[in-house]
């Protein structure tokens, strides 16, 4: 989730591709996948915690100079878009309010150099008592500002000067499981819609079970092995039943699916990419 001046901004076309060339110049361990916002590269970019063992989040400082970084645990819910938001203080749940003691994390503050990593620890509050269920916060990766160096000039004809500085943060979900957990999904209403950006290929996805699920669409033809569209990071989360997916397509791809396709929800490469559900629909 990419995030400016505390709001949450879809990434377009451009600068998903973008973003895509600058990862592929980056090193990283094959198959785990990152996030950037400004200069701060971040992978994984979802943690499960299903064990008392933990793991840990690399950052990495991918710009010119130094910088420094708060790490917070924020609350956010999923809507029937599919777009998550800030939860009001006044309407956080236990089960919420239990997913944020049961995070454990360290360091909370950290300074890089450029093309510095550091890792910050993330693991389990052992607590006997927490229910079975799925807990899931999401861990904020905010930028600090630089305090601009005070004017001695002595130099007060000019008046005031506003200086606007924008912050840059990342967040990423981190789930703890705990008890046998299960979730299945199905597809439905395959149509094509319309935004601000140009023709989309929408569809329901209906989720059932205790915990979130966690994958990629594809959209294929028969008759052509591989899909003509790919779209990752397809998330349900256990406050939705079911949820929108509008995924972008160009107008050539809009004719192209015009007839019989086949829309299957996979699990993500990293959690085995075994199908989780399938649907074939005729698109007028």
Sequence with gaps: ???????????KPGPRAALTILLSAIPLTAAVPAHAAGDLLIAPTRVILD???????????????????????????????GKLEDVNPESITEKEKAALTAVRYA???????????????????????????????????????KTPPADVSGNTTEGFRIQI??????????????????????????????DEEGPTLELDLNR???????????????????????????????????????????PQLAVQLRGEVIISYYEAPEAGGGLISQVRSILP
């Design 165 to 194: 500085t924008p912050i840059y943060g990342i967040s990423i979900p981190v789930i703890v499981r705990k008890g046998n957990l299960e979730a299945t999904a199905t597809l439905s209403n395959v149509r094509f819609g319309m």
């Design 51 to 81: 064990s008392p063992r933990g793991t840990e989040v690399i950052l990495n400082n991918i710009g010119d100079e130094e910088a420094t970084y708060r790490v917070t645990l924020e609350l956010r819910r999923m809507n029937d878009q």
């Design 208 to 250: 059932s079970g205790d915990r979130s699920l966690f994958g990629e669409i594809h959209v294929s033809k028969p008759g052509i092995p591989a899909p003509v569209s790919v779209t990752k990071g397809i998330a349900a989360y256990p406050e939705i039943a079911r949820r929108t997916v509008s995924i972008p397509i160009t």
């Design 1 to 11: 989730m990419f995030k400016l001046l505390g709001k949450a901004h879809r990434v």
């Design 107 to 145: 360091p909370r503050r950290v300074t890089l150099p450029p093309n510095q990593p550091q890792s910050i620890r993330i693991g389990i509050q052992p607590d006997a008592a927490l229910p079975d269920g799925e807990y899931r916060a999401h861990m904020l990766f905010r930028a600090i500002p």
